[in-house]
């Protein structure tokens, strides 16, 4: 089976740096995703890490440790807009699925 | 632009009653999902399809069907609501053969089963 933990909420302030953790228990999966979620909004895709190691988007970074079976986001110089809900995300292979098993999500609060 | 939509945004129902929520994608991908998302849970998934003719049962699919007749739709139907069924719907889609396979999501139908 597949199990995705994440924090239940985060804050920061603006213009700070703030790290999402995702630890999982999963037999095997294709790669780590992040996807976004603004209050009454719809998830929205942010990052993806096939491999282990950095992934940056802008402001946006994303890590995966297999061997830790650890992942998280990194957000720089954080925005109020950047307050959402963060999920990470994976593709399970040993389900043959393509659909994603999601995290619980953090919800992440930027305070002036 | 392609997109995807949901129909209705908002909906009341009482228990027992049979209720289908819409899901319409213009990305012609093939595949589709169905999620439902309550406080504390994330995203769980109910039903998806592959294609044409072919659905599948997620992790909570007990008390809902889909069925797939074309590429662009993907309705979800709720056999006999229950005030348990109350929760936000997605809809989602993707393009098959790669393997990230980015899902993009429907803005979601709010359910409330009373």
């Known amino acids: 089976g597949q199990s995705l933990e994440q924090p239940s909420e985060v804050t920061a302030v603006e213009g700070a740096i703030v790290q999402i953790n995702c630890t999982y228990q999963?037999?095997?999966?294709?790669?780590l995703s992040w996807y976004q979620q603004h209050d009454g909004g719809a998830p929205t895709f942010l990052s993806y890490?096939?491999?282990?190691g950095l992934e940056e988007t802008g402001r946006f970074s994303s890590f995966l440790s297999r061997s830790d079976s650890y992942g998280y986001l990194l957000l720089q110089e954080l925005q109020m807009k950047d307050s959402a809900s963060y999920f990470c995300?994976?593709?399970?292979?040993?389900?043959?699925?393509?659909?994603?098993?999601f995290g619980s999500g953090t919800r992440l609060q930027v305070q002036p | 632009d392609a997109e995807i939509t949901q129909s209705p945004r908002h909906k009341i129902t009482e228990t027992g009653r049979q209720v289908t929520l819409a899901c319409h994608q213009t990305?012609?991908?093939?595949?589709m999902f169905w999620y439902r998302q309550d406080l504390g849970h994330g995203l769980r998934l109910i039903h998806y399809?592959?294609?044409?003719?072919?659905?599948n049962k997620g992790e909570v699919s007990d008390g809902y069907s889909v069925s797939r007749s074309n590429t662009e739709d993907l309705p979800l139907t709720l056999e006999s609501a229950a005030s348990s069924q109350t929760s936000v719907y997605f809809c989602?889609?993707?393009?098959?053969?790669?393997?990230?396979?980015?899902?993009?999501f429907g803005p979601g139908t709010r359910l409330l089963v009373l």
């Open positions: 399809s592959y294609g044409v003719q072919d659905t």
């Open positions: 999963t037999s095997g999966f294709y790669g």
């Open positions: 990305w012609n991908h093939n595949n």
């Open positions: 989602a889609s993707s393009e098959s053969g790669m393997e990230q396979e980015t899902q993009y």
């Open positions: 995300a994976v593709r399970p292979v040993d389900t043959g699925r393509r659909a994603l098993t």
């Open positions: 890490n096939a491999l282990d």
